[in-house]
């Protein structure tokens, strides 16, 4: 008995604790694989899912199948001496989940790569591109296909979202609807725009809202602005009068100042009289003595001598030279021809006698004068004073003998004073400005305060940034141009109309934004579609988004398919495992008869059918009867593609809808995806980037001309949603040279606008040699040069 037990065991290959590990492993496993065909359908069969979303159903249906197809070989392969110990046995398992789950990972989306999308054609990813377009107006309501038994009320259930996962893959494999629904693009894809936009109504028009909350607070924080800016505005005024008044205060004070520097003058000119008034007495005495003693040329010696005396003395005195005369004061004795009653009495009728002769005579009216000198100091004071005038003057910068604060304030000094002293504060008045002129002053003070404010307010601007005007109205703030930079930046390129005002009702945003964004976008996206199928060749702008609509189509149909089967299958397989379980450890009494070999799998085979035939003949979906549209899909399917995978596809149909709800309550209940977005996603994301660019390097445009135009096209596209067009010119050198360009539909004209990207440009003439040559077309080369050859 000890005998046949040893046998079972080595004939089992590994130890039960293992067999029990894998069998929870594998059901284990079966969960997150469930919730992953659950996501997917979601996913590929909603209405509009986003990138983000598309991302992590990816990397979680690689991760997940790396871990199931992991389990699959381990259990295979970890048998006999493998196993022999729990080291070795966790070794072997470590060794072959390091081989396997890269390879499967890593290996699925590089077969996909290498086999489907990177051979396609420029013509398959443009097709690839509307169908799906064309499935996700369908999804939308956008378009309806007569027969085609798709609601979209029901849009979220298992039929519905297993049919439109699968659908993009039936238009694309079907040439005939193809070419049938050309003349529908423009209807399809405007349908299809206008529903996406009124499904997205609301978040467009919340996000409009959060832009027109920072546009009003910006207007309140410009209007406090503006109120500063017309506050220091009306100061103008009390500026000028508070400048007048401090000018008249000036005036005031420089007459104070004058009438101080007489007094001052007056003072100095009297003390300078007592000094002098008896030396320049004596000086005279002097100068007479010397008139009375001599006679020629010893007179003159003295005079000179008694006038040196007296220059030395002013000298000292700090009194100008002037002559020695200029002291005399002139006394009148009697006017010839006249006398008085009381002289004439006096002298007993002499004088009166005497005026008849000077009548008589002619001399009548002559004076008697005599010069006399005097030490009187009050004579000498004015006389002083008159000397300093000039010195007064050049002092005070005003004469001496102004008499009152009216005649100061209107002497032309007085304003040049003024004007000079204003200058100093900034306020320039002209030559010819005087006192008198109170306005102008004034005037010239509100301009100064106004430009100072300007300069202020512009100053304040070209810190922000911002070339803006104050007392802009509500209008014209808005629909200033930095006010509509800012609300593109918010809104985006592709939501953004211009103007857009921020004080639109929902009404006149739908009308004014959304309506125009339609026809924007409809126009965008039947060019897109339409482009020039180089455009979708290697190396064109649109080739990697024609990958990416042929990834979106061909993958989801397979991966669901293979993931169905996985599920399928594991779940069949457990009750066959837990069995085995059960009876691991029973011995082996006799031998198996030959025949007993094959037991195991033909079960495994007539299972497997039964996995496929059970739903193909006992289930059903609207989707696959005769009277159904897709029922021609898969027929057309059947013809054009391989009867077997038209087969698959019928049974993804009637077993997905089934399947589906189970794993969306796993992930409803266990947040599998969440988990995994919350946990994973990033490093995972990290790690396939790493890897798949050096497994699968994007192809690099050698042409660095062309790298740079595709570039602009990217960004172009990134940015507003829109290819860029851009004026398209050929200089060839012969004047009367025939112009064609091959890959587009309209006749070349020159500065026509065409998107960048590539173009096949010919040049002919007659007797010249026919040129062909691919140019790239940018921005920055918008004129292209063929010359061609004389034959």
């Not at 065909?37 to 069969?45: F, I, S, T, W």
């Not at 900034?426 to 306005?439: C, F, R």
């Not at 934004?513 to 199928?533: C, D, F, P």
Request: some cysteine; hydrophobic content about 40%.
């Amino acid at each position: 008995m000890t005998e046949e037990t040893q046998v079972s065991t080595n004939k089992q290959g590994k130890p039960k604790w293992l067999a029990i590990t894998f069998f929870v492993l594998t059901l284990l496993y079966l969960i997150p694989e469930v919730v992953f065909n659950a996501k997917l359908v979601e996913v590929a069969g909603g209405m509009d899912a986003d990138e983000e979303a598309l991302h992590l159903v990816e990397l979680f249906g690689r991760s997940i199948s790396g871990i199931g197809v992991t389990l699959l070989i381990a259990d295979l392969l970890l048998k006999g001496k493998i196993v022999k110990t729990i080291p070795r046995t966790l070794i072997s398992f470590a060794v072959v989940a390091a081989i396997v789950w890269p390879t499967v990972f890593f290996g699925q989306k590089l077969a996909v790569d290498k086999i489907l999308v990177e051979p396609s054609t420029a013509k398959q990813r443009q097709e690839a591109f509307f169908s799906s377009v064309l499935r996700s107006s369908l999804a939308a309501n956008a378009v309806q296909i007569n027969g085609l038994p798709y609601i979209p009320e029901h849009a979220t259930s298992p039929t519905e979202m297993t049919f439109l996962a699968m659908m993009g893959g039936l238009v694309y494999a079907n040439d005939d609807f193809i070419v049938h629904v050309e003349d529908k693009k423009r209807a399809i894809l405007n349908r299809y725009i206008e529903n996406r936009a009124n499904n997205q109504f609301e978040q467009h028009f919340t996000n409009y809202k959060a832009m027109r909350v920072q546009v009003v607070d910006a207007y309140k924080e410009y209007q406090q602005g503006v109120k500063r800016y017309n506050q220091q505005m009306g100061m103008a005024n009390k500026h000028a009068n508070e400048g007048w008044e401090e000018i008249e205060t000036q005036i005031a004070q420089g007459w104070k100042s004058y009438q101080n520097a007489e007094k001052a003058y007056l003072a100095r000119a009297e003390a300078r009289a007592q000094d002098v008034a008896s030396k320049i007495f004596d000086h005279f005495k002097s100068r007479n003595r010397c008139i009375d003693r001599y006679k020629g040329s010893r007179e003159q010696s003295c005079i000179a001598k008694v006038e040196k005396s007296y220059a030395k003395t002013l000298s000292k005195a700090g009194i100008p030279y002037v002559d020695m005369d200029y002291w005399l004061t002139k006394k009148v004795k009697r006017t010839k021809g006249e006398t008085s009653f009381g002289e004439a009495a006096s002298t007993l009728g002499l004088s009166a006698i005497l005026a008849g002769l000077e009548i008589m005579s002619g001399d009548s009216g002559k004076q008697d004068v005599s010069w006399i000198y005097t030490n009187e100091v009050a004579f000498y004071t004015p006389r002083i004073l008159n000397l300093w005038k000039g010195k007064f003057e050049k002092e005070t910068g005003y004469p001496m003998g102004i008499e009152n604060i009216r005649t100061f304030r209107s002497h032309p000094v007085t304003s040049k004073k003024v004007r000079e002293r204003v200058k100093r504060k900034g306020i320039h008045l002209k030559s010819s400005w005087t006192v008198a002129q109170i306005t102008t002053f004034k005037n010239t003070v509100k301009n100064k305060v106004r430009i100072e404010v300007k300069r202020e307010w512009n100053k304040e601007m070209a810190k922000r940034g911002i070339d803006m005007k104050p007392n802009l109205s509500w209008k014209a703030f808005q629909t200033h141009s930095h006010t509509q930079q800012q609300i593109a930046s918010q809104m985006g390129q592709r939501n953004y109309v211009k103007p857009m005002m921020a004080d639109w009702n929902n009404k006149q945003f739908y009308n004014k934004v959304i309506k125009t964004n339609i026809q924007r976008e409809t126009e965008y996206w039947l060019r897109y579609i339409e482009s020039a199928r180089s455009q979708f060749a290697d190396g064109g702008p649109l080739a990697e988004n024609g990958k990416s609509a042929l990834r979106s189509i061909i993958v989801p149909p397979i991966s669901m398919s293979l993931s169905l089967l996985l599920i399928l299958l594991t779940v069949v397989k457990l009750p066959f495992k837990f069995w085995a379980l059960i009876d691991y450890d029973k011995p082996v009494v006799r031998q198996p008869k030959p025949w007993e070999k094959f037991v195991g799998p033909l079960l495994s085979i007539l299972v497997l059918g039964l996995v496929f035939v059970i739903p193909l003949t006992m289930g059903s979906s609207k989707f696959t009867k005769e009277q159904s549209t897709t029922s021609y899909f898969l027929d057309k399917f059947d013809e054009k593609v391989s009867p077997v995978g038209s087969l698959a596809l019928k049974w993804v149909l009637h077993t997905q809808p089934v399947v589906q709800p189970v794993g969306a309550r796993f992930d409803q209940n266990m947040r599998i995806t969440e988990l995994f977005k919350t946990h994973l996603e990033s490093s995972i994301h990290h790690l396939d980037t790493t890897i798949m660019a050096k497994l699968n390097p994007v192809t690099a445009v050698t042409d660095a001309t062309m790298q740079q135009s595709l570039e602009e096209q990217r960004q172009a596209i990134q940015k507003t949603g829109q290819l860029k067009d851009v004026p398209f010119a050929v200089k060839t050198n012969v004047k009367q040279a025939r112009i064609r360009v091959l890959n587009i539909g309209p006749v070349y004209k020159s500065g026509m606008e065409l998107p960048a990207g590539n173009y096949h440009v010919e040049v002919s003439a007659p007797g010249y040699k026919t040129t062909k040559k691919w140019v790239s077309h940018g921005q920055n080369h918008a004129t292209h040069t063929v010359n061609i050859e004389s034959l």
